[in-house]
C-alpha cells in the first residue's frame, strides 16, 4: 500500500529555516517523479517543487532560490529544505506522487500534510 | 502564475448532478492536456479523481467525468451522494515544468 507521511513543520520565525520530510512507503520515491503542494489558511492548493526520478528539479517563482527539493532513497524519503523563510510561507504542506506513467499528468497519492507556520 | 478559475461553491441534491468548471489560458488548460482534479476533505489527503483530462484512477466512481474545451475544463459528478461533498481542485500544467492549482470549489450536498 502507497502511504506518505509527512513531518517536521512547525512555528518558525520569520528568515529562519526549517527542513520538512516525507516518508515513503509501497513503492521507491527515486522510481516517481515528487512534488511538494502546500495550501495557505483559507486558500486553495499551491504548487512548490518538483523532483524527477533522474534529479531535475522544479520550484515555483514563489520559492526559487529559498527552497530546496531533495530526496534520500536509502531512506525512501523526500525533503524540502526552507530557507528564509516569511509569513506567506505559512501553509500545509503536502508531499505527493506523480502519476505513474506520466510525466506531467498529476499527483496520485498524498500525504496528509505538515502544519508550517512562520511567524514571531 | 496565476490560479485557474473555479467557481468559489456549488450544489446539489443528492442523486442530481453537479459540473465544476476550471478556466486557465491557452498556456496551461487550454495548451496542454494534462489536467486533473482533486477531491479535497478538510484535514485529510487530497484524492486524485481525474487526469490527463478525462482519465479516472482505478477506484474512482464512474460518477465522475472529465472534459475540456478550450481554455475550460470541467468536472461533473452523476448521481450526487452525501460523501461526495468536499472541496474540488483542478490542476493544469503550465509550461516550463511548472504546475498550476484552481482556487478550488467547494461542493455542497443539500
Known amino acids: 500500500e502507497v502511504q506518505l507521511v509527512e513531518s517536521g513543520g512547525g512555528l518558525i520565525q520569520p528568515g529562519g529555516s526549517l527542513r520538512l520530510s516525507c516518508a515513503a512507503s509501497?513503492?521507491?520515491?527515486?522510481?516517481?517523479?515528487m512534488t511538494w503542494v502546500r495550501q495557505a489558511p483559507g486558500k486553495g492548493l499551491e504548487w512548490v517543487s518538483l523532483?524527477?526520478?533522474?534529479?531535475?528539479?522544479y520550484y515555483a517563482d514563489s520559492v526559487k532560490g529559498r527552497f530546496t527539493i531533495s530526496r534520500d532513497n536509502s531512506k525512501n524519503t523526500l525533503y524540502l529544505q526552507m530557507n528564509s523563510l516569511r509569513a506567506e510561507d505559512t501553509a500545509v504542506y503536502y508531499c505527493?506522487?506523480?502519476?505513474?506513467?506520466?510525466?506531467?499528468?498529476?499527483?496520485?497519492?498524498w500525504g496528509q500534510g505538515t502544519l508550517v507556520t512562520v511567524s514571531s | 502564475q496565476s490560479a485557474l478559475t473555479q467557481p468559489r461553491s456549488v450544489s446539489g441534491s443528492p442523486g442530481q448532478s453537479v459540473t465544476i468548471s476550471c478556466t486557465g489560458t491557452s498556456s496551461d488548460v487550454g495548451g496542454y492536456n494534462y489536467l486533473s482534479w482533486y477531491q479535497h476533505h478538510p484535514g485529510k489527503a487530497p484524492k486524485l479523481m481525474i487526469y490527463?483530462?478525462?482519465k479516472r484512477p482505478s477506484g474512482v466512481p464512474d460518477r465522475f467525468s472529465g472534459s475540456k474545451s478550450g481554455n475550460t475544463a470541467s468536472l461533473t459528478i452523476s448521481g450526487l451522494q452525501a460523501e461526495d461533498e468536499a472541496d474540488y481542485y483542478c490542476?493544469?500544467?503550465?509550461?516550463?515544468?511548472?504546475?498550476?492549482f484552481g482556487g478550488g470549489t467547494k461542493l455542497t450536498v443539500l
Open positions: 509501497g513503492f521507491n520515491v527515486s522510481s516517481n517523479y
Open positions: 505527493a506522487r506523480g502519476i505513474v506513467g506520466t510525466s506531467k499528468g498529476g499527483f496520485d497519492y
Open positions: 523532483i524527477y526520478s533522474g534529479g531535475t528539479t
Open positions: 490527463d483530462v478525462t
Open positions: 490542476c493544469s500544467y503550465a509550461g516550463s515544468y511548472t504546475w498550476v
